[in-house]
């Protein structure tokens, strides 16, 4: 089954040739579009295989540092193209699709094979936690750029940066946690991970990570470069290109590593993979983009998100820590998570092109 997704692989010379033919932009995004998925697959399993060498300590950091890799090429690459709306869209967005799709999918489809499927409610309650400190600490500065950022622009400048190096220090600390005093709490999660039949050669393990990593790049490159015309084309706004179409791209490894835990009835695991990685994106991905922002992006990206999308960050929060926090899972949590991130994914799409820059975003 982790091979079936790779006959996907075919989307890379596709895409590249339809981007020199000239292709119309919606073809050449979807195309790119789909070229990523197997690419991204790629990647996690190369890590993974490569945490195989390294010891466990090292081992679970190549796993939770390098498993939002995808998401942060994509990132990094429409931060230079200068689309830094659509760089946020797609952090929050990334955070919906790991807590209410990737999770509800998890439920529905597990519980249709298992029925009841049962979990450490303690350790999902703590990742719900660290989860909502983590959506806090994001939208803090977006209150401070809205009403004082324009009397203060050099202080709400300062406050990003700040707000970035501590979420990278909590990050490290987080890291700490997992893999030093408290490995036990993960060590169902390093163990599933090294479980891949054949191991690698670190040989073919780096060359898939290089070469996946690279393909990531090119096909980010086409995709971010065709959003802007497909969303023209289609009625879409960048905001919903950002919040649902890639963020669901850039997560789609890990989202279907949760997904087929689930099917096997390790809920731990796929409650850590899915939740763990909101917190990756949350303290590592989004600080980091913010200080890369400084070197690659035209303009410094701040995190002034819209009250819209803060909204929808924290009802997301609160609906998929309501829901997971009591240990057990069936088909309808499943139904209920999914089902709320389509209404937010519809509200998203709903939201008038010629509105979005009027969302209440803060400066």
Not at 209 to 237: D, F, K, Y
Not at 248 to 275: C, H, P, T, Y
Not at 306 to 326: I, K, P, Q, T, W
Request: glycine share 10%; charged share 10%; with cysteine.
């Amino acid at each position: 089954m982790r091979w079936s997704i790779h006959w996907l692989l075919i989307a890379v010379p596709v895409a590249i040739a339809l981007k020199a033919l000239g292709a119309g932009a919606p073809l050449l995004f979807f195309c790119a579009a789909l070229a990523i998925v197997p690419l991204a697959v790629l990647i996690v399993h190369s890590t993974e295989h490569l945490a195989t060498y390294t010891g466990p300590a090292l081992g679970g950091l190549l796993n939770a540092t390098f498993g939002n890799l995808p998401e942060l090429i994509i990132a990094l690459v429409a931060l230079r193209a200068g689309l830094l709306d659509m760089v946020r869209a797609s952090l929050i967005g990334a955070l919906l699709a790991n807590l209410l799709l990737a999770l509800g999918v998890a439920f529905l489809l597990g519980g249709l094979r298992h029925r009841v499927q049962e979990y450490n409610p303690a350790a999902a309650r703590s990742y719900a936690s660290m989860m909502l400190l983590a959506a806090v600490s994001i939208v803090v500065p977006g209150t401070f750029h809205r009403f004082l950022g324009g009397a203060a622009p050099r202080h709400a400048g300062a406050l990003d940066l700040a707000v970035a190096v501590v979420m990278l220090a909590a990050y490290a600390l987080y890291l700490v946690f997992m893999l030093r005093t408290h490995p036990e709490v993960f060590a169902g999660i390093q163990a599933e991970h090294a479980e891949h039949g054949a191991r690698w050669s670190v040989t073919r393990a780096l060359g898939t990570l290089v070469l996946a990593s690279l393909g990531a790049a090119w096909m980010s490159e086409i995709l971010v470069g065709a959003a802007e015309a497909t969303g023209h084309e289609l009625g879409m706004s960048s905001l919903f290109i950002g919040i649902v179409l890639l963020a669901v791209l850039g997560g789609a490894a890990e989202s279907g590593a949760a997904i087929a835990m689930a099917r096997k009835n390790q809920m731990d695991l796929a409650v850590g993979i899915a939740l763990g990685s909101c917190i990756q994106i949350a303290l590592f991905v989004t600080p980091i983009l913010v200080l890369s922002s400084l070197l690659v992006a035209p303009e410094r990206l701040t995190l002034g998100f819209s009250r819209l999308e803060v909204g929808a960050l924290f009802l997301g929060v609160l609906v998929g820590a309501h829901v997971a926090g009591d240990g057990r899972s069936t088909w309808y949590k499943g139904v209920q998570l999914v089902a709320f991130y389509l209404i937010l994914a519809t509200m998203f799409y709903l939201v008038p092109v010629e509105s979005v820059r009027t969302l209440g975003r803060a400066p």
